[in-house]
């Protein structure tokens, strides 16, 4: 059980070009899903926070018109990256909990690399 | 400010042998802690997790101890195993928060 699905895996785009990628909880609904971002050998830092049918709460420094969330069902939440540029390129993942007293869950992750 | 600390970075351990992974925090309204695996490329995988109420939590070979007036828990697997080979994060999280505050990552090696 408990299982979230990241899509795509792997992205490579040109400069100035919008990604976007999905996060489905596949067997639990969703209350809250997270994004995440990862640099190389580094943890992961939370981007945003968003709940469904309400708009995303940012991370002090995550600029919210360049990364996109939506949040639109129980178990769906999409990230677009508008405009990607090189120093976008990351590892993003999205992770899912359904009460709040259940660990979060994670996807595999999205590797993105901009041109 | 890391309020969540793992100062060691990699740990090496032959099979078969205790591995202790260690984390340190530093906001005591911390009240549910977790440890999640993670290889490369991978997202991370829950393994275990402890209500501050609690001071031990127990799932097979994964133990994870919290000493919460020192603020600090540990994670102990015995027997280590070759596939636990892995990058170990700790992570809190606390009050009406739901989002997860993360370690740096323990790198685990288990050797033959």
């Known amino acids: 059980g408990a299982v979230v699905s990241q899509h795509p895996s792997w992205v490579i785009c040109k400069s100035g070009t919008s990604v976007k990628i999905e996060c489905r909880s596949l067997?639990?609904?969703?209350?809250?899903m997270f994004w995440y971002r990862q640099f190389p050998k580094q943890s992961l830092m939370l981007m945003a926070t968003?709940?469904?049918?309400?708009?995303?709460?940012?991370e002090q420094g995550v600029e919210k018109d360049k990364f996109l969330i939506n949040h639109a069902s129980l178990t769906l939440s999409t990230l677009t990256v508008t405009s990607a540029h090189p120093e976008d390129s990351s590892f993003y993942i999205c992770s899912a909990v359904g009460e709040r007293h259940q660990p979060q869950h994670f996807g595999d992750g999205t590797r993105l690399s901009i041109l | 400010d890391q309020q969540v600390k793992q100062n060691s970075p990699s740990l090496s351990v032959q099979e078969g042998r205790i591995s202790i992974l260690n984390c340190d925090y530093t906001n005591s309204m911390f009240d549910y802690f977790l440890w999640y695996k993670k290889y490369p490329a991978e997202g991370p995988t829950f393994l275990i997790s402890i209500s501050s109420i609690k001071d031990k939590n127990e799932d097979g070979r994964f133990t994870v101890f919290l000493n919460k007036s020192a603020k600090h828990l540990s994670l102990h697997i015995v027997p280590s195993q070759p596939g636990d080979s892995a990058v170990y994060f700790c992570?809190?999280?606390?009050?009406?928060?739901?989002?997860?505050?993360f370690g740096t990552g323990t790198r685990l090696q288990v050797t033959l």
């Open positions: 992570a809190a999280r606390g009050g009406t928060a739901s989002k997860l505050t």
């Open positions: 968003s709940n469904e049918g309400s708009k995303a709460t940012y």
């Open positions: 067997d639990f609904q969703a209350t809250t």
